[in-house]
């Protein structure tokens, strides 16, 4: 029986790639995973997978704050050696973030082959720092091998949940009608920046006859003052890939999971990095994505600024006012998505597992 630690934790960008693998398994394989505490983790991860938790934080900070993270990180990796030591385990897959140290330090003290999934388009600094020392780097966009020097890289593409993949309805809350369906995402956590942006918008985008579904995060639940039958707020949802689907435009951060998502889906997007992203690796995301012309890339600014308002004019404004000729806009972006998206990522990981081990 294969013995697998996966370490992914805190956002949903590490979290459901890895359970995209974790649910493509073998039912044979012996699975257990390594998070956080009071992270995403502790909520998403199915019971079948036994969770382990142990304290880890990024290297970003500077001055003392930087020492307790490296002081915790010398802490940690002992005790994952232990744990993988105690289970038995086969070999370690890994999402990057904060969790992947630890795990790739105390799988090489142990002599345990790890596979890395670099999902973004500019590589995150465990990738850069301890990729050569895994057996595999996998990553979701070709343009990262040039940035991976020393490492043995393969393209797989980023996995997605398998509800991505299988043709889904509209949920029975989504408003109804011929107007345009537009969804607003800023991901697992929300994005207070984005939202501030979209909310003095959404009057125009109803009296034009458009449908909006906004999921605002838990991080700013704070809801509009309109009430209108084609306008519903929500702080999640579980049917993100029916949203996706079914959207003629979605306005969503740039983190690689959700251009994953997109991708698959073969929906346009206005892109909306999210500025203070580890080495702005969220524009380096829309901008793989902004090529292939899947998508338009809007930077974040003050609510009062036109420059989200006139790119969904430029993408809609014909269709809207019942011009046929924006419906190949939107036909063209769409393309583009489809031309970003590799499919059958979980199974070229699953594969990759298998033969290392």
Same mark, same amino acid.
């Given at each position: 029986?294969?013995?697998?630690?996966?370490?992914?934790?805190?956002?949903?960008?590490?979290?459901?790639?890895?359970?995209? $693998?974790?649910?493509?398994?073998?039912?044979?394989?012996? $699975?257990?995973?390594?998070? $956080?505490?009071?992270?995403?983790?502790?909520?998403?991860?199915?019971?079948?997978?036994?969770?382990? %938790?142990?304290?880890?934080?990024?290297?970003?900070?500077?001055?003392?704050?930087?020492?307790?993270?490296?002081?915790?990180? %010398?802490?940690?990796?002992?005790? $994952?050696?232990?744990?993988?030591?105690?289970?038995?385990?086969d070999a370690v897959f890994t999402t990057g973030g904060y969790i992947a140290a630890p795990a790739i330090l105390a799988a090489i003290w142990c002599g345990l082959p790890v596979v890395l999934h670099e999902s973004n388009a500019c590589p995150g600094k465990v990738t850069r720092l301890l990729g050569r020392f895994c057996k595999i780097v996998a990553i979701g966009f070709p343009s990262t091998a040039t940035s991976l020097s020393g490492c043995n890289s393969v393209l797989t593409g980023t996995p997605v949940r398998p509800s991505f993949l299988i043709p889904q309805g509209l949920p029975s809350w989504v408003p109804c009608g011929p107007g345009p369906l537009i969804v607003v995402v800023g991901g697992s956590q929300g994005a207070v920046g984005l939202n501030r942006m979209v909310r003095p918008i959404v009057p125009s985008l109803l009296k034009a006859g458009c449908r909006v579904v906004h999921l605002t995060g838990e991080n700013d639940s704070q809801l509009t003052q309109i009430s209108h039958p084609n306008l519903v707020e929500r702080i999640f949802s579980d049917e993100i890939a029916s949203l996706l689907q079914h959207a003629a435009l979605v306005i969503s951060r740039a983190g690689a999971g959700a251009i994953s998502e997109l991708a698959v889906c073969g929906t346009p997007a206005i892109l909306v990095p999210y500025p203070q992203s580890t080495d702005q690796h969220q524009d380096a995301n829309a901008l793989r994505a902004a090529e292939l012309g899947a998508a338009v890339i809007v930077h974040q600014h003050a609510p009062a600024h036109r420059a989200l308002r006139d790119a969904i004019w430029r993408i809609l404004g014909n269709y809207l006012v019942g011009n046929d000729e924006n419906f190949d806009v939107l036909l063209e972006m769409k393309k583009g998505m489809e031309r970003l998206a590799i499919l059958g990522s979980e199974e070229k990981l699953v594969d990759i597992l298998n033969k290392i081990i």
């Open positions: 029986m294969p013995r697998l630690l996966i370490a992914a934790s805190g956002t949903g960008g590490h979290l459901f790639p890895a359970l995209a $693998v974790a649910e493509s398994l073998p039912s044979h394989w012996k $699975v257990s995973w390594l998070g $956080v505490p009071d992270r995403l983790e502790t909520q998403l991860i199915p019971s079948e997978y036994q969770l382990f %938790l142990v304290r880890a934080g990024g290297l970003q900070a500077h001055g003392f704050k930087r020492l307790l993270q490296l002081l915790q990180l %010398l802490f940690s990796t002992p005790r $994952v050696r232990s744990l993988l030591i105690d289970l038995d385990i």
